[in-house]
């Protein structure tokens, strides 16, 4: 299978983040390329205060985002932490010019032009190292869901 990892920097921007999951989100539904095309955050968040240090990590990104709900100002901001959103493309190697097309078309988006996208192919020098990065965040939990 031909691997592709798409490296974006939003750097503290979470609402263009999720903007652009949220394209992303939509071709997968729409084009059916729900196991072709995955996303994964990393986040990359600053020392913890003396304050919350005790506290777990789910723990305190719980915590920030009830604060980031309670202070409509500031929902853009992360807390000085950076977002990197990591979009893998797995295709079959029958399926190689939609892969090339998908490669050419979401760098090319006004959303993702201006996080400083990163194409990672296979062969490329830091490709097991960003596969093994992308293995990683999708082992660890997520944030508690409401029910």
Do not use: C
């Not at 309670?70 to 029958?94: M, W, Y």
């Not at 400083?116 to 082992?139: I, M, Q």
């Amino acid at each position: 299978m031909a691997q592709t990892f798409l490296i974006f920097d939003f750097g503290v921007d979470e609402e263009t983040a999720q903007k652009a999951r949220h394209r992303i989100e939509g071709w997968k539904q729409g084009f059916r390329l729900d196991r072709k095309m995955l996303v994964r955050f990393e986040r990359e968040t600053p020392e913890p205060a003396a304050e919350t240090s005790g506290e777990s990590k789910a723990t305190g990104k719980h915590h920030s985002k009830t604060k980031k709900a309670a202070e409509p100002g500031e929902a853009s901001k992360n807390e000085g932490g950076r977002i990197l959103l990591l979009v893998r493309l797995d295709f079959s190697e029958h399926e190689k010019l939609s892969h090339q097309r998908w490669v050419d078309r979401i760098p090319g988006e006004e959303i993702f032009a201006a996080a400083k996208p990163e194409v990672v192919a296979h062969g490329h020098k830091d490709f097991d190292a960003t596969a093994k990065r992308f293995e990683a965040l999708e082992a660890q939990p997520g944030p508690p869901r409401a029910r």
